[in-house]
Nanobody, 115 residues
Framework: VQLQASGGGLVQAGGSLRLSCAAS????????MGWYRQAPGKERELVAGITRGGVTNYADSVKGRFTISSDNAKNMVYLQMNSLKPEDTAVYYC??????????WGQGTQVTVSS
């Protein structure tokens, strides 16, 4: 499975960005996709996840501001980020989990929120 993330950038606090992740390869084996982020000096953390059936979960810090969605026909996962805060600044990684619990990672996309 290959994951290609895009959509990061620089935005002012309160602004919005939409991240996209294109999946290719052995897609049928994927059961869950999601977004993680890693800020400088911090551990990588889960931001949001979505199952193939459309069940979602979010980190408490982004609930009500971020929305994860998927288009299974296009093998795409999106992360709509609204009301961005400086503390959302991080490298965002697309993630996919297979039915055998193997994790795949995309290359990461930088999100910078200025105050």
């Amino acid at each position: 499975v290959q994951l290609q993330a895009s959509g990061g950038g620089l935005v002012q606090a309160g602004g919005s960005l939409r991240l996209s992740c294109a999946a290719s390869g052995s897609i049928a084996s994927i059961t869950v996709m999601g977004w993680y982020r890693q800020a400088p000096g911090k551990e990588r953390e889960l931001v949001a996840g979505i199952t193939r059936g459309g069940v979602t979960n979010y980190a408490d810090s982004v609930k009500g501001r971020f929305t994860i969605s998927s288009d299974n026909a296009k093998n795409m996962v999106y992360l709509q980020m609204n009301s961005l805060k400086p503390e959302d600044t991080a490298v965002y990684y697309c993630n996919a989990i297979s039915s055998l619990h193997y994790a795949y990672w995309g290359q990461g996309t930088q999100v910078t929120v200025s105050s």
